[in-house]
């Protein structure tokens, strides 16, 4: 028997460059001050910038909502966990 997904929505807001909620959020795979990465319905979600905090996680509804100066925001279509010497994290972490 074949698995069906339905794909939630995807949406970034972002205000000030300060203030974003993102939507479809399936999982926070890390985050600190400089970095937040998210797996979400459109592939991996890097967001890159300081002072970042994670203020309201809501898994259940697939919410993440970030505060902090936001410098950049990069998708990876890699799957988290791929690993090997080329593999996303590798790279993304040099």
Do not use: C, W
Not at 52 to 70: C, F, P
Not at 74 to 89: A, C, I, M
């Amino acid at each position: 028997m074949e698995e069906v997904r339905s794909v939630k929505g995807h949406k970034v807001t972002l205000s000030n460059r300060g203030a974003g909620t993102i939507t479809g959020v399936n999982a926070v795979i890390s985050f600190d001050p400089n970095e937040v990465l998210l797996e979400t319905e459109q592939g991996v979600l890097l967001i890159k910038g300081s002072d970042l905090n994670v203020t309201r996680l809501t898994l259940e509804k697939g919410e993440v909502e970030v505060d902090g100066r936001v410098d950049s925001f990069t998708y990876s279509d890699l799957k988290p966990g791929l690993k090997g010497e080329n593999g996303f994290f590798n790279r993304l972490f040099k």
